[in-house]
């Protein structure tokens, strides 16, 4: 019989290919339970699958914890038409080192690891060598629904193509090159926000040159804008939060907020006019971003970080008259998530979170639908409840009930109504001027 091969970790400083027999992968795979679901239903039962065999670069984690993040759900439910099941999500990942291969140099035995939201990249385009590994022009490998393209993140013995499954499962197998050192004195259970809420806001800040004296906008109060009020802060800015209602107000200055902005109250929306050098948009849900433009001064910027499945329409005038931008941001590379994950040890940063056994995950995935306003972040706890026993616990959880919002009424038209108003006098000055060249040239 002619043995299959997978690629499996190829050298980072060679790029040089390292086979494996795939029998071999199925006779020492690590044998691990996953908490996945068959279908867009989002029905998180427990299953038993098999990581891979510990690689000369890399690390093997018993998974801790695990935080739950609403791209989750987006992606379980598959919102973004690409879902591969069975889906077992998960990319903010904690736990501890239990053995690594014979050529990691970065980690060693009983340290605390973090892997993000992906897993592998190409590690030789031109993005990839800037840092930003999330932007690879020939596409990350994500840690979950996502098959494996650069031969460091095969996930199933024996299986050449096999997606990836991610953390929401009891053991991990990362290349060192994508692991995140997590200092023993942060709390684990609080690590694995980091991996996603955290560098998702510290990335754009980072990117956009947030400094002492910065005014930030955060709109959206839940596991990422509460994680971008505190590193906002850090930084040295000035952070005002911008949520639908008062209900987060408390909420807000709590975590450090130095303003507030109800978006459904007008006469407060029309204060911050101009007030803002950047707003970090954290909204999953689908929402009219040109409600928001207007809190922007000259110059400024909005950055959409949510996943929102239905597009926004932006009409050209507000951005023209007042140099202003729309922009997107996807999580941060390697390098841009140990420096946050650094930041937030050296200042005691911590997320907001609540610690859940796996047998609750299909409530959790209701409170996300439904918008979480509680803005804490949920964390599964592995070590703890992912065991056998889950098998039982979960059989006996219904599956979720998952209400899809209508999107709301769209305000753009009005918002560009009012942004031509505003302008209206500069603009009968560009008209004129344009008529009045037309007609000189036919003379």
């Given at each position: 019989?002619?043995?299959?091969?997978?690629?499996?970790?190829?050298?980072?400083?060679?790029?040089?290919?390292?086979?494996?027999?795939?029998?071999?992968?199925?006779?020492?795979?690590?044998?691990?339970?996953?908490?996945?679901?068959?279908?867009?239903?989002?029905?998180?039962?427990?299953?038993?699958?098999?990581?891979?065999?510990?690689?000369?670069?890399?690390?093997?984690?018993?998974?801790?914890?695990?935080?739950?993040?609403?791209?989750?759900?987006?992606?379980?439910?598959?919102?973004?038409?690409?879902?591969?099941?069975?889906?077992?999500?998960?990319?903010?990942?904690?736990?501890?080192?239990?053995?690594?291969?014979?050529?990691?140099?970065?980690?060693?035995?009983?340290?605390?690891?973090?892997?993000?939201?992906?897993?592998?990249?190409?590690?030789?385009?031109?993005?990839?060598?800037?840092?930003?590994?999330?932007?690879?022009?020939?596409s990350a490998t994500f840690t979950y629904g996502a098959i494996p393209s650069h031969g460091?993140?095969?996930?199933?013995?024996?299986?050449?193509?096999?997606?990836?499954?991610?953390?929401?499962?009891?053991?991990?197998?990362?290349?060192?090159?994508f692991a995140i050192k997590i200092p023993k004195s942060y709390p684990l259970d609080k690590?694995?926000?980091?991996?996603?809420?955290?560098?998702?806001?510290?990335?754009?800040?980072?990117?956009?040159?947030?400094?002492?004296?910065?005014?930030?906008?955060?709109?959206?109060?839940?596991?990422?804008?509460?994680?971008?009020?505190?590193?906002?802060?850090?930084?040295?800015?000035?952070?005002?939060?911008?949520?639908?209602?008062?209900?987060?107000?408390?909420?807000?200055?709590?975590?450090?907020?130095?303003?507030?902005?109800?978006?459904?109250?007008?006469?407060?929306?029309?204060?911050?006019?101009?007030?803002?050098?950047?707003?970090?948009?954290?909204?999953?849900?689908?929402h009219d971003i040109m409600h928001y433009l207007g809190l922007l001064d000259v110059s400024?910027?909005?950055?959409?970080?949510?996943?929102?499945?239905?597009?926004?329409?932006?009409?050209?005038?507000?951005?023209?008259?007042?140099?202003?931008?729309?922009?997107?941001?996807?999580?941060?590379?390697?390098?841009?998530?140990?420096?946050?994950?650094?930041?937030?040890?050296?200042?005691?940063?911590?997320?907001?979170?609540?610690?859940?056994?796996?047998?609750?995950?299909?409530?959790?995935?209701?409170?996300?639908?439904?918008?979480?306003?509680?803005?804490?972040?949920?964390?599964?706890?592995?070590?703890?409840?992912?065991?056998?026993?889950?098998?039982?616990?979960?059989?006996?959880?219904?599956?979720?009930?998952?209400?899809?919002?209508?999107?709301?009424?769209?305000?753009?038209?009005?918002?560009?109504?009012?942004?031509?108003?505003?302008?209206?006098?500069?603009?009968?000055?560009?008209?004129?001027?344009?008529?009045?060249?037309?007609?000189?040239?036919?003379?």
């Amino acid at each position: 019989k002619k043995p299959t091969y997978i690629l499996q970790h190829p050298s980072i400083p060679t790029h040089k290919d390292r086979l494996v027999d795939s029998d071999t992968m199925a006779n020492t795979g690590i044998p691990a339970i996953a908490l996945a679901c068959n279908d867009a239903a989002c029905n998180f039962k427990p299953m038993r699958f098999k990581r891979r065999p510990v690689g000369d670069f890399d690390v093997h984690v018993e998974m801790k914890y695990c935080g739950v993040c609403h791209s989750d759900l987006h992606f379980a439910q598959n919102d973004l038409g690409n879902a591969i099941y069975p889906m077992c999500p998960g990319h903010e990942l904690a736990g501890v080192a239990i053995s690594v291969g014979s050529k990691v140099t970065a980690f060693k035995v009983g340290d605390h690891v973090g892997v993000g939201c992906f897993v592998d990249s190409c590690l030789e385009c031109k993005q990839c060598k800037a840092g930003d590994e999330q932007y690879c022009e020939k596409s990350a490998t994500f840690t979950y629904g996502a098959i494996p393209s650069h031969g460091r993140a095969n996930s199933a013995p024996g299986i050449e193509m096999s997606p990836t499954f991610g953390g929401y499962s009891n053991q991990m197998v990362i290349h060192e090159r994508f692991a995140i050192k997590i200092p023993k004195s942060y709390p684990l259970d609080k690590a694995g926000p980091l991996m996603c809420a955290a560098i998702t806001m510290y990335d754009p800040m980072k990117h956009w040159g947030v400094k002492a004296g910065t005014r930030v906008g955060i709109m959206g109060l839940g596991g990422l804008g509460g994680m971008g009020v505190k590193l906002a802060k850090a930084l040295g800015a000035h952070v005002t939060v911008i949520s639908r209602s008062e209900t987060k107000r408390a909420m807000a200055m709590k975590a450090g907020a130095d303003a507030y902005i109800a978006s459904d109250d007008a006469a407060q929306m029309s204060a911050g006019t101009k007030l803002l050098d950047l707003i970090l948009d954290t909204i999953a849900a689908n929402h009219d971003i040109m409600h928001y433009l207007g809190l922007l001064d000259v110059s400024g910027t909005i950055v959409t970080l949510g996943l929102c499945t239905m597009p926004h329409t932006v009409p050209q005038l507000p951005l023209i008259f007042n140099r202003t931008g729309v922009h997107g941001s996807l999580i941060g590379g390697i390098r841009s998530t140990q420096e946050c994950m650094d930041l937030c040890a050296a200042h005691e940063i911590y997320p907001e979170t609540k610690i859940v056994p796996v047998s609750d995950v299909n409530r959790v995935m209701e409170y996300l639908a439904a918008g979480n306003d509680t803005g804490l972040r949920y964390v599964l706890d592995i070590a703890g409840t992912l065991t056998d026993a889950a098998f039982k616990e979960c059989a006996a959880s219904p599956a979720p009930k998952l209400h899809v919002a209508a999107p709301p009424a769209s305000t753009a038209v009005a918002s560009a109504a009012g942004a031509l108003k505003s302008h209206m006098l500069p603009l009968a000055f560009l008209v004129f001027g344009v008529i009045t060249g037309v007609l000189l040239a036919r003379k």
